[in-house]
C-alpha cells in the first residue's frame, strides 16, 4: 500500500505485516514516512493505493505520538490525563468510577508517579512527562501499541523504565510498533525491523535487517 497527503505519496510499495504479539521498531531517516506509516495504521492519513487489512478496530489500538504533538502546558493534572486512557471503555464524557479510579493510581505507581497525581502536567520534568504517557497507555490497555520516538529527549533511567515496560507487553503477548532512532535500542530489545526511506528497505529479523541499512548506506 501506499500512504501520502493531498494526491502526494510519502510511502510507497509497502507490504508486509505485523504479527499478533511482535515487537517491530520502525527505523530510517527524517522525513522518510516512518510517522505517516503509524498514522496510517491509525487511518490518520489516507491510503492512496492498496489497503490496509487490521485484525482490531481502532478503539483497540493504543498510540503515543511524539512529545511534541502535545501541549504541556495544557491545564490538566498528571491523574485527569492518564484517566482518558480510559474513555475506550468508559466513553468521553463519563466520570471515571471509583471501581475503575484504582486502575489509574496503579499505573501511576508503576510508572514511579504515584507522589505526581494532582500535579498540573506543566510541573513535570522531561521523563516524567513521558512517564506520565506511558501510564496511559498502561490504563488503556490495548493489544496493539503504536508508540512514536517514545524515547527522544528523556533521562536513561526514564529509558530503561519505559523499555522495560514495553518487553514487558510484548511478553504479554501485545501488539507493539514503535518508531525509533536509536539502533543500540533496536538491536537490544526489538527481535523485528521495518527499515523504510519513502519504501521499504528492509523488513524482517533485526540482525538481517539492520545489515541491509547499513549496506544501502554504504553502496554509492
Known sequence: MSLGYN???VVAGISGQFPQGSLTAIVGPNGGGKTTLLKGLLGLVKVQGGAIKAQHARNEIAYLPQASEVDAG????VE????????ASIGGLSKVKPSMSHLVSEALQALGLHGCATRWMDELSGGQFQR??????VVQDAPVIL????FTGIDEETTQALLKLV???HAKGKTVIAVLHDLDVVRSHFPHTLAVAGHVLAWGDTPG????LAGARSSP
Open 132 to 137: 506520565m504517557r506511558f501510564a496511559r497507555l
Open 147 to 150: 508508540l512514536d520516538e517514545p
Open 74 to 77: 495544557f491545564p490538566v493534572t
Open 7 to 9: 494526491g502526494s505519496p
Open 80 to 87: 485527569d490525563f492518564v484517566s482518558t486512557g480510559l474513555w
Open 167 to 169: 518487553v514487558n507487553w
Open 209 to 212: 535487517t539492520l545489515a541491509a
